[in-house]
């Protein structure tokens, strides 16, 4: 049963709906990637599939607009998929729950998918509008974005002819980015030997209650890392008791601060582990009182049957979370307000025979991205492991005469009686890429309220749908 079929404008929120339904959150975007196809084969349109699932589809201009630019609209195919604990969904198989709370659409108990499905349902419907008037459309919507741009790294834009780019993922209404931090993904593999221990007790600490949130938008914040404030309980303990680590992990995707993270400890003295708990407990919440209000520390007794790491495993591992960088690095001083460089714990996890810690690494400056990948592989090494990078994408330089961008304000004006603000932003766009690969590309980052991203309270605002959707037809229309 459709729940968005009241909201207007219609045909945005229909494909919108039509989209939730299909799992497809990062890596599992072929059948999300085939509906896609399959609105273009229905409707005649122009299109191609790769081999990495993203999709191109092209329709020809309307009456009028023969000799006009064409105009691309960009967006991603996939989703970060996290969900409440309590939730039970399948997301990998399952579609969304959506609803709707006033202005808000938003999905039970999980991430909406907002980003960037609003861009995806957009661009169907212009491309779905025969009575639009605009220049030949070119939609490019790619996969893999939220895991490091893999979809728009593999991009070939042979078929592409535009130079002008609206790309539809920016979270906030009347933003116009245009400019955006590069960055890589870093994977630290530290090994792992394991050894018996006649330690007293076995302890499970879970710190929770964290806001989390998305790692290049929300990183100047200042929100809890759990997987980082696991370190500090960790270093906490073992200088209370001696102490043997048995697992640790947290965090789910890169790109999102984790907001849960916990481990199994092998302690002599209980007693005085759980008294370092609650103490490291006391200063978190102290200096997270604004940030985080809700972070705890929780530490329980527990069973496990595994074997703990030995000591010299153990020191390492309190090392890498002590030690690692996390977090805003470097403030522009051209840009007032922007995060210039910072990097993310992301994610923590223990195998049998190692731990991998995965960083997302941003910066608008390409000198200090590579000044943070040599940090971390300089304090993996040191510690005895080994570092890999991926996902890597370039910035997207701010770019003085942008013919689209002064277009798009004068709309703007128009419509809304004010003026916008265009600024850069601390998150990885696909505009970087896309410039490389085409030559004078002039693009601007728009999109509409969401709030919340990459976590199960996301939403996005009805009314705010409205206003942009109603922009994207003038700065069509416009277009010739």
């Known amino acids: 049963m459709a729940v968005l079929n009241h909201l207007e404008p219609k045909n945005v929120f229909r494909f919108f709906e039509e989209m939730s339904a299909i799992p497809h959150g990062s890596y599992n975007t072929k059948a999300v990637s085939d509906w ?4 273009a084969r229905e409707r005649g349109l122009e299109h ?18 023969a ?36 202005d808000w659409v938003y999905a039970k108990g999980t991430t909406l ?6 861009a995806v349902a957009m661009a169907l419907a212009a491309l779905d509008d025969d009575s639009l008037p605009h ?42 980015t245009v400019s955006c931090a590069g960055g890589a993904r870093a994977s630290c593999i530290l090994p792992v030997s394991r050894a018996a221990y006649d330690g007293g007790t076995v302890l499970s600490v ?27 309980v960790l270093r906490g303990v073992s200088a209370a008791t001696e102490m043997r680590v048995i697992c640790a992990g947290g965090g789910l995707k890169d790109n999102a601060i984790p907001a849960e ?33 809700g972070v705890f520390v929780r530490v329980q007794t527990a069973e496990s049957a595994q074997m703990p790491m030995d000591e010299a495993s153990t020191e390492r591992v309190v090392c890498m979370l002590t030690c690692a960088p996390c977090g805003v690095q470097t403030m522009s001083l051209d840009i007032p307000g922007l995060v210039q460089t910072s990097l993310n714990l992301g994610v923590l996890e223990t195998a049998e025979e190692h731990l991998r810690a995965s960083f997302s690494i941003r910066s608008s400056v390409a000198s200090e991205k590579e000044m943070m990948k040599d940090r971390l592989a300089c304090l993996v090494k040191m510690l005895g492991g080994s570092i890999s990078f991926a996902g890597e994408y ?21 419509q809304y009686g004010a003026e916008p603000k265009v600024e850069a932003i601390h998150a990885g766009l696909e505009c970087g890429l896309l410039s490389a690969k085409l030559p004078g590309l002039d693009c601007v980052s728009i999109g509409p309220e969401l709030r919340d991203i990459h976590t199960p309270r996301e939403r996005m605002s009805v009314a705010s749908v409205q206003r942009v959707w109603a922009f994207v037809l003038e700065v069509l229309r416009r277009s010739k």
Not at 207 to 225: P, T, W, Y
Request: proline share 3%; glycine share 10%; charged share 25%.
């Open 36 to 39: 896609c196809v399959a609105f």
């Open 48 to 65: 191609y599939q790769d081999a990495t699932n993203n999709v191109i589809i092209i329709k020809e201009a309307s009456a009028g607009y």
């Open 67 to 102: 000799s006009a630019e064409p105009v691309i609209i960009q967006g991603h195919l996939d989703m970060v998929c996290e969900k409440a604990a309590d939730c039970a969904k399948d997301m990998a198989k399952e579609g969304l729950d959506l609803a709707v709370d006033g």
């Open 113 to 118: 998918g907002a980003d960037d499905g609003i």
């Open 135 to 176: 220049p030949r459309l070119e939609v490019i919507l790619t996969t893999e974005e939220e895991v490091g741009m893999d979809g728009a790294a593999a991009l070939d834009v042979a078929p592409i002819r535009g130079r002008k780019l609206i790309n539809i993922d920016s979270e906030e209404e009347g933003i116009f």
């Open 206 to 232: 879970t710190i929770g209650g964290l806001a989390g949130g998305h790692s290049g938008v929300e990183i100047h914040k200042q929100r809890g890392n759990a997987d980082m404030l696991l370190g500090r």
């Open 261 to 293: 993270s916990g481990a199994l400890l092998a302690v002599k003295n209980g007693e005085a582990a759980v008294a370092a708990v609650a103490a490291v407990e006391a200063v978190i919440r102290r200096e997270l009182q604004t940030a985080d209000p």
């Open 394 to 414: 370039p910035a997207w330089e701010y770019r003085k005469d942008s013919p689209l961008r002064e277009l798009m304000v004068e709309i703007y004006k128009e």
